[in-house]
């Protein structure tokens, strides 16, 4: 850890982006203040204690890949890199319900894909020209959407182009930038196996991701401020000048700096003249208790099912959870929890072939707000970190990474906001 400098850099906001920024300024010498509106940190990736299942749950489903490298950084510089877990290989499972195949995709070493020239290694059904739409996606303009670039050729587009494009960007092919899923090829996919080897947290986001977080900062001296929710700040002279917290007001001085790691809509609150994106798509996810506990298999951790309500299925031996990225565009956000659970139940004993298993509890968890607007409109509301106030810099999935709204993005959102002060001290 280098030398204290003077002045507080005041972090708003304890989800990913926040913790990131927060992480790399106490690291490099800089006095920390975390500020939360809730009770907790990690905002849309925290785990809690569900008292109707008895189990720590996440609040959503989430698959790393290990090309992700500012969220694997994150995670060796607060200590728990080893807290994720994955198959051997970059392989992903499939399941088709309707018609009952299974298949595993698995990616080829080097940055050639030769996997895509291999008809035993390709999905079922598809040709080598199927894929050629990733050209198009890395010459897409801004306005130009994954439906505009992708072939909709069955079986290539329900089993490659829309899992993939609502897996990584939480919206449908006819909505998403195209751009932004140009980045997750160019990121993983198009590096080979080394950087698209499946990894998900051994016990949850909170154990991963949140709470080594909280306490490395803690042993740094780090000020954390939980039920901290900033109603509005001053500017003058081209700086922040105060944080009103309600029954608090802070004056920031003359050597203090602030990034602002809010969710879009809450950052256009205290920015009103800054367009953000807006608010993106519903995920919807179902926990589901086991009777008996499936054997921990690291090959079978999880499985992408085709042609079913239910689109990604996690396994951790007493817990099995369900995921529908962009619920609203699939027609999923309004469904009845007790139409949900048996629903998804059933797809998920088909995909992963569980036969007739029960299940004593369940859980359905619908997050509003989960993603920004992904939609290229709403992508060029994408602010940069920089702003044009001296001392604030901006945090969170939703600025100008040219990512999607993922944990990796979040992760790198806050490392830029806290390099962009750093450079500026």
Not at 4 to 27: F, K, M, S
Request: proline share 6%; glycine share 8%.
């Amino acid at each position: 850890m280098g030398e204290t400098q003077e002045g507080v850099v005041h972090v708003i906001g304890a989800g990913l982006a926040g913790l990131a920024a927060a992480v790399r300024l106490a690291d490099a010498g800089r006095r920390v203040a975390l500020y939360e509106a809730a009770g907790q940190a990690g905002g849309r990736c925290r785990s809690f204690h569900d008292k109707r299942l008895g189990r720590l749950i996440d609040n959503g489903n989430h698959l790393l890949l290990s090309g992700n490298r500012s969220a694997l950084a994150f995670l060796e510089e607060v200590g728990s890199r080893d807290s994720l877990m994955g198959p051997d290989k970059a392989a992903i499972p499939f399941a088709d319900l309707a018609t009952g195949e299974r298949w595993r995709l698995e990616m080829s070493d080097g940055p050639i894909p030769f996997w895509m020239l291999d008809p035993r290694r390709r999905i079922p059904g598809t040709a080598f020209r199927d894929y050629l739409g990733a050209v198009s996606l890395a010459l897409a303009s801004p306005q130009t959407t994954v439906a505009d670039c992708v072939t909709r050729r069955e079986p290539a587009y329900a089993r490659f182009w829309e899992p993939l494009t609502l897996a990584a960007l939480n919206a449908s092919p006819a909505k998403s930038q195209a751009r932004l899923l140009w980045k997750v090829l160019e990121e993983t996919f198009l590096k080979g196996a080394d950087a698209c080897r499946p990894l998900i947290p051994k016990e949850g986001l909170g154990p991963s991701f949140v709470d080594p977080a909280l306490a490395h900062l803690r042993a740094r001296g780090a000020d954390i401020r939980f039920n901290a929710r900033l109603r509005r700040a001053e500017f003058r002279d081209g700086r922040v000048a105060t944080l009103d917290f309600g029954e608090e007001t802070l004056s920031v001085a003359e050597g203090d700096r602030v990034v602002l790691a809010l969710p879009a809509t809450r950052a256009r609150e205290i920015l009103p003249d800054t367009p953000t994106p807006d608010d993106g798509e519903v995920i919807v996810n179902a926990h589901y208790v086991l009777e008996e506990p499936i054997p921990l298999d690291k090959d079978n951790l999880f499985c992408a099912l085709i042609h079913s309500r239910t689109q990604w299925a996690f396994v951790r031996e007493h817990v099995i959870s369900a995921t529908i990225s962009a619920a609203g565009d699939v027609g999923e956000e309004d469904a009845s929890h007790d139409n949900l659970i048996p629903s998804l139940w059933a797809e998920i004993c088909q995909g992963l072939g569980l036969g007739e298993r029960a299940f004593s509890s369940a859980r359905i968890i619908k997050e509003k707000r989960a993603t920004f607007d992904q939609s290229p409109a709403s992508v060029a509301r994408r602010q940069p970190t920089r702003t044009r106030f001296s001392n604030l810099a901006l945090a969170g999935d939703w600025t100008a990474t040219g990512l999607p709204a993922t944990i990796e993005g979040a992760i790198r959102s806050g490392h830029a906001a806290a390099a962009a002060l750093l450079e500026a001290a």
